[in-house]
Nanobody, 126 residues
Framework: QVQLVEAGGGLVQAGDSLRLSCAASGRTFSSYAMGWFRQAPGKEREFLASISRGGGNTYYLDSVKGRFTISRDNAKNTVYLQMNSLKPEDTAVYYC???????????????????WGQGTQVTVSS
């Protein structure tokens, strides 16, 4: 079992930056590819970014590429999402997720993730 706890959300203005973190406990963190998703009110959950177990491979949603950066620190059992140039349309609940995999490849598919955090709210005002 893995527990994931997100932190770092809040209310910011358009153009600001935020760094979300997701701390994992339980089984070996480096056995998991990690991902970030978000869900806005009335919308489906959306993939944002993912990172492989070792951190050497990443995937991004095209619309956040260049603004968002995913990273991980396996020594701290933590994955991060640096978000720059935030826009009002980035307002959502942000979730991290863990995919137990033998491959050093991340995935964009939500159904492949085994564990999810409780989410952290990000609100961007115009």
């Amino acid at each position: 079992q893995v527990q994931l706890v997100e932190a770092g959300g809040g209310l910011v203005q358009a153009g600001d930056s935020l760094r979300l973190s997701c701390a994992a406990s339980g089984r070996t963190f480096s056995s998991y590819a990690m991902g970030w998703f978000r869900q806005a009110p009335g919308k489906e959950r959306e993939f944002l970014a993912s990172i492989s177990r070792g951190g050497g491979n990443t995937y991004y949603l095209d619309s956040v590429k260049g603004r968002f950066t995913i990273s991980r620190d396996n020594a701290k059992n933590t994955v991060y999402l640096q978000m720059n140039s935030l826009k009002p349309e980035d307002t959502a609940v942000y979730y991290c997720a863990a995919d137990y995999t033998p491959l050093d490849l991340p995935t964009m598919r939500a159904y492949e993730y085994d564990y999810w955090g409780q989410g952290t709210q990000v609100t961007v005002s115009s």
